[in-house]
């Protein structure tokens, strides 16, 4: 059995207006960083998985997401895995 | 008729519930516990009540969504009994699947806690028939993510089937934008389900329904329900 790290990103979907990231977007651009543009803003969700390989992990963790994690509806999410040796944290 | 209002590590409209539906509307009313798996048989309508379930902790209503009387209450509303989900409970009903759609946070990003006015959309459901149609009732909301939103088929096939219950307005009755305080598409302040069973709402009638407090145009929502079961 293997270990892994997952790093989940939830960021609303592109369809649906992210107006805190818009807002920050509009600070940003007053405050002279004219050069940033498409502000989104989201959540991260870190967690451990043990599976018997990576594709398994992936499989379990994107099974999560679509669950209870992140909600289809109104968000999107992106999940980077990284093995990791038992017993280690983050 | 008899209610039984779920209390969440969180809630905090759930005794305002028991008191609404039990001292103002004259039915019988009992709390109901999270951690409970079955809703007893003399339950005719379950009520989600407002609050912080859980703290909002992911987003609000997704971990009440697993807590486990919901298997219980996606069951009562299976077998066509009534649920009724305010503010947070409502967002508990889009969360667990009863009702279509999200709620996203207001798009002014504000916690918002005002009275408002609603216009009834739909008075053939359960929840609303003793009002008129079209009727305007001023009542208050209290809510950071109100915001309803849901794909074009989705607002196609509830505006067809007439499952907009409530929507924002001015108190002159007409939905305009300036009369949307979160940004709900179509100004939907509450939806029925499919079966028109099921309803979620925002606003809070429960918080006017007492003659003492000014405003009891709340009231119609569990006496409707009591109409419907024939007890009133």
């Known amino acids: 059995m293997k270990h892994f790290k997952a790093m989940i990103t939830i960021t609303l979907r592109k369809s649906i207006l992210d107006v805190q990231g818009k807002t920050v977007e509009h600070a940003l651009h007053s405050t002279n960083f004219t050069s940033v543009d498409q502000v989104r803003i989201g959540k991260y969700v870190e967690l451990t998985v043990h599976a018997t390989d990576a594709q398994q992990a992936m499989s379990i963790v994107d099974d999560a997401c679509k669950n209870i994690i992140a909600n289809p509806i109104m968000e999107d999410h992106h999940i980077a895995l990284e093995e990791i040796s038992v017993g280690e944290h983050a | ?232």
Not at chain 2, 138 to 156: C, K, L, M, S
Not at chain 2, 159 to 186: H, K, L, M, V, W
Not at chain 2, 189 to 208: F, Q
């Open chain 2, 1 to 232: 008729m008899k209610f039984g209002i779920v209390v969440f590590p969180g809630s905090n409209c759930d005794h305002d519930a028991w008191y609404a539906t039990s001292h103002n509307a004259g039915a019988q009313a009992q709390m109901l516990w999270h951690k409970d798996t079955i809703i007893p048989s003399d339950i005719d309508c379950v009520i989600l009540p407002g609050g912080f379930s859980y703290g909002d902790y992911l987003r609000c209503g997704a971990i009440a969504r697993v807590s486990p009387i919901m298997s219980a209450v996606c069951k009562h509303a299976e077998q066509g009994r009534f649920v009724l989900g305010i503010c947070n409970g409502f967002q508990i009903l889009t969360e667990s699947g009863l009702l279509p759609g999200v709620l996203l946070r207001n798009a002014s990003l504000s916690f918002i806690c005002k009275d408002i006015h609603l216009r009834t959309e739909q008075i053939l459901s359960p929840f609303t028939s003793s009002f008129e149609q079209g009727q305007i009732l001023r009542v208050p909301i209290a809510h950071g993510e109100g915001n309803y939103f849901t794909d074009e088929q989705t607002i196609h096939i509830l505006e067809q089937e007439q499952r907009i219950a409530f929507r924002y307005c001015d108190a002159n009755g007409n939905a305009t934008i300036e009369a949307n305080p979160n940004g709900s598409i179509n100004n939907i302040a509450g939806i029925l389900n499919d079966k028109g069973n099921v309803l979620g709402m925002m606003p809070h009638p429960e918080r006017c329904c007492d003659p003492l407090l000014g405003n009891s145009d709340g009231l119609g929502v569990f006496t409707s329900l009591m109409q419907t079961v024939g007890l009133y």
